[in-house]
Every structure is written in structure tokens, then in C-alpha cells.
């Protein structure tokens, strides 16, 4: 249903015009409190990198993130990541992540992003708590934000926007009625757009997910995906249709498809439920970080790669590597 609001389907969205509009006032004085000086924007001594969003909901953040990372580490660069930390709930914050931290203390993206690039990363609802924590612990050169696009609570150096390139944005109005945390207008003042998928207007980057061998959860054994049997495919992401899709690009008709709420919370007992003794689980990286200490024999998992043709991709690195020469 909130699919159909928000691409203006439904007229629905129309009742939710007044929290729009009370959402957008908001935001707007909060952003406007920091460019009159009305608030102070915490600088670090290093560079700052924000990747975020303008709309809610899932946009491929995350693995341009990852793909961050790994560029710049391949070019000696020593890389940083905060967080939120959106569905984690920590003892204490800022929280340093070490091989032991759960995504219950530190929410999902946090963890896949410590788990695949070997990166220092911290969360705190206070990013800046984050980057000082990390900076005391670790001599790094450069700090990468995963979302924060609207916390202008902390100066950044580069601003980063992914877009979904099939959902774009919607009706374009804000929350609740629409998708949008800020209008379309912001992207005037980034650096760089990066769309996933569909089609990349003039001067964005067009950006693809790739996925790579299926991995089995108990195990590391790596196989096609499209050679797994009676495929379940369980997905609690942002849009759980983007990797459904994904799988039939792979050559996978699922069986059943199973859509979570993003950042959900798994069990043991309800994860087993979704499939009997014939059939594979596969579900995004995303959800196997939730799952790995209780997985069970036929559950894969699906790693996608942020992909780029052309050079675009390569000078937008080459941009932030200057940033610590």
C-alpha cells in the first residue's frame, strides 16, 4: 500500500499533504538553523564522506559503501565508517565493532559493512560521538558516513546521493506522503548521484548490483544460485523486490517469495519456518548477518557487488583520494 501512495497511485496521499508539509517546515528549520550559524556543525580533522538518500526505504546505499571502501583501501587509503546504527540498540554509544558485536547491538548494515571490507566502524545516534571514537582508536585518513545526508550535525567534505533509477522519487512530495526525506532540489548541491538501476539521467552515474556465487550460511560453500533446489527467497531490505528480481536475472524462479520490514529482527524458529526439508533459503546479505549464528544447512545467502561502466565511477575515487594527499 505505502508503494501505491508514494508513486502517487493511490490518493491516499493526499490525506497525508498536512504531515508533509509539517515534515518538510521542520527539516527546513533545522537546515536552515545551520547555514545562519544558529547551530555548529562538528568538523573533523579528516575527511568526511556522507553517502545518503533523499527517499526512504531501500536505494543500494550500502553497497556503494562497501564499494567505497574497498576502492579507496586498494589505493592505500586507511577508511573509516559510521552509522546510525538503525535496529541496533548498544549499551552504551559510541560503539566500536569487533568481530563479537551483533546486529542487535548494532543494527544490520553496520555489521555487513565491518564483516566485508575489514574496516573500522562505529555507530552512535550521534555521528560525531562515532568519528571521534574511531579516530582515537584507529590513525585513519578518511571517514565514510553510511546515510546521514540530513544530519547536519556533522560538516562533511563530500555529499554522495544514491538514487533508486526505477522508483526515482515517487509523487516527490515529503514523508509521510511521499518518499522523500528532501525535495528533488537538494541533488543541485552534491557532488556526485549514483543510480541504481534504470536509467541515469544526465550527469549521474550509473550503478548496477551484481550478485556473485551464493554462499551457504553454516558452511562458506560457494554455488550457483540458479543450481539450488526449490528456491525460498526471503528478503527484509528496504524494496525486498529488487532482489527477487535479481534472483530471476540469475536464473531463479523462487518458489515463494517472502517480504520482511527492513532491519526486522530474525529468529531461529521463524527464519526455519519458511521452507521444509526440500527446499533452499536464500535471502540477501543483509539478513544473513542476523542469521549466521543459527543457520541451518540450506540456507545461502546472495552477496551483490556495486558495479560501473565508464569512467565516472573511477574519477569520483580519484576525487576522494585527493581529499587526503
Given at each position: 500500500?505505502?508503494?501505491?501512495?508514494?508513486?502517487?497511485?493511490?490518493?491516499?496521499?493526499?490525506?497525508?499533504?498536512?504531515?508533509?508539509?509539517?515534515?518538510?517546515?521542520?527539516?527546513?528549520?533545522?537546515?536552515?538553523?545551520?547555514?545562519?550559524?544558529?547551530?555548529?556543525?562538528?568538523?573533523?580533522?579528516?575527511?568526511?564522506?556522507?553517502?545518503?538518500?533523499?527517499?526512504?526505504?531501500?536505494?543500494?546505499?550500502?553497497?556503494?559503501?562497501?564499494?567505497?571502501?574497498?576502492?579507496?583501501?586498494?589505493?592505500?587509503?586507511?577508511?573509516?565508517?559510521?552509522?546510525?546504527?538503525?535496529?541496533?540498540?548498544?549499551?552504551?554509544?559510541?560503539?566500536?565493532?569487533?568481530?563479537?558485536?551483533?546486529?542487535?547491538?548494532?543494527?544490520?548494515?553496520?555489521?555487513?559493512?565491518?564483516?566485508?571490507?575489514?574496516?573500522?566502524?562505529?555507530?552512535?545516534?550521534?555521528?560525531?560521538?562515532?568519528?571521534?571514537?574511531?579516530?582515537?582508536?584507529?590513525?585513519?585518513?578518511?571517514?565514510?558516513?553510511?546515510?546521514?545526508?540530513?544530519?547536519?550535525?556533522?560538516?562533511?567534505?563530500?555529499?554522495?546521493?544514491?538514487?533508486?533509477?526505477?522508483?526515482?522519487?515517487?509523487?516527490?512530495?515529503?514523508?509521510?506522503?511521499?518518499?522523500?526525506?528532501?525535495?528533488?532540489?537538494?541533488?543541485?548541491?552534491?557532488?556526485?548521484?549514483?543510480?541504481?538501476?534504470?536509467?541515469?539521467h544526465t550527469g549521474e552515474i550509473a550503478m548496477t548490483l551484481?550478485?556473485?556465487?551464493?554462499?551457504?550460511?553454516?558452511?562458506?560453500?560457494?554455488?550457483?544460485?540458479?543450481?539450488?533446489?526449490?528456491?525460498?527467497?526471503?528478503?527484509?531490505?528496504?524494496?525486498?523486490?529488487?532482489?527477487?528480481?535479481?534472483?530471476?536475472?540469475?536464473?531463479?524462479?523462487?518458489?515463494?517469495?517472502?517480504?520482511?520490514?527492513?532491519?526486522?529482527?530474525?529468529?531461529?524458529?521463524?527464519?526455519?519456518?519458511?521452507?521444509?526439508?526440500?527446499?533452499?533459503?536464500?535471502?540477501?546479505?543483509?539478513?544473513?548477518?542476523?542469521?549466521?549464528?543459527?543457520?541451518?544447512?540450506?540456507?545461502?545467502?546472495?552477496?551483490?557487488?556495486?558495479?560501473?561502466?565508464g569512467s565516472q565511477a573511477d574519477e569520483l575515487v580519484d576525487t576522494l583520494h585527493a581529499l587526503v594527499?
Amino acid at each position: 500500500m505505502i508503494e501505491r501512495i508514494w508513486s502517487g497511485q493511490s490518493p491516499l496521499w493526499l490525506l497525508l499533504l498536512p504531515f508533509s508539509w509539517l515534515y518538510g517546515l521542520v527539516s527546513g528549520l533545522i537546515k536552515l538553523s545551520y547555514r545562519l550559524g544558529l547551530r555548529r556543525a562538528w568538523r573533523a580533522p579528516v575527511p568526511v564522506v556522507v553517502v545518503g538518500n533523499l527517499t526512504a526505504g531501500g536505494n543500494g546505499k550500502t553497497p556503494v559503501v562497501v564499494w567505497l571502501v574497498e576502492q579507496l583501501q586498494r589505493r592505500g587509503v586507511r577508511v573509516g565508517v559510521v552509522s546510525r546504527g538503525y535496529g541496533g540498540k548498544a549499551a552504551h554509544y559510541p560503539l566500536l565493532l569487533t568481530p563479537q558485536t551483533s546486529t542487535g547491538e548494532a543494527g544490520d548494515e553496520p555489521v555487513l559493512i565491518f564483516q566485508r571490507t575489514g574496516a573500522p566502524v562505529a555507530v552512535s545516534p550521534v555521528r560525531a560521538d562515532a568519528v571521534k571514537a574511531l579516530l582515537a582508536a584507529h590513525p585513519l585518513q578518511i571517514i565514510i558516513t553510511d546515510d546521514g545526508l540530513q544530519h547536519y550535525a556533522l560538516a562533511r567534505d563530500k555529499e554522495i546521493v544514491v538514487i533508486d533509477g526505477a522508483r526515482r522519487f515517487g509523487n516527490g512530495w515529503w514523508l509521510p506522503a511521499g518518499p522523500m526525506r528532501e525535495r528533488a532540489g537538494r541533488l543541485r548541491s552534491v557532488d556526485a548521484v549514483i543510480t541504481n538501476g534504470g536509467e541515469a539521467h544526465t550527469g549521474e552515474i550509473a550503478m548496477t548490483l551484481q550478485p556473485g556465487l551464493a554462499i551457504n550460511l553454516q558452511t562458506g560453500e560457494k554455488r550457483s544460485v540458479d543450481s539450488l533446489p526449490q528456491v525460498v527467497a526471503m528478503a527484509g531490505i528496504g524494496h525486498p523486490p529488487r532482489f527477487f528480481a535479481t534472483l530471476e536475472q540469475a536464473g531463479v524462479q523462487p518458489v515463494k517469495t517472502i517480504s520482511l520490514a527492513d532491519h526486522q529482527a530474525l529468529d531461529e524458529a521463524q527464519v526455519a519456518a519458511f521452507i521444509n526439508d526440500k527446499q533452499s533459503l536464500v535471502m540477501t546479505e543483509k539478513d544473513a548477518v542476523k542469521c549466521r549464528e543459527f543457520a541451518r544447512p540450506q540456507w545461502w545467502y546472495l552477496p551483490v557487488d556495486a558495479t560501473f561502466a565508464g569512467s565516472q565511477a573511477d574519477e569520483l575515487v580519484d576525487t576522494l583520494h585527493a581529499l587526503v594527499r
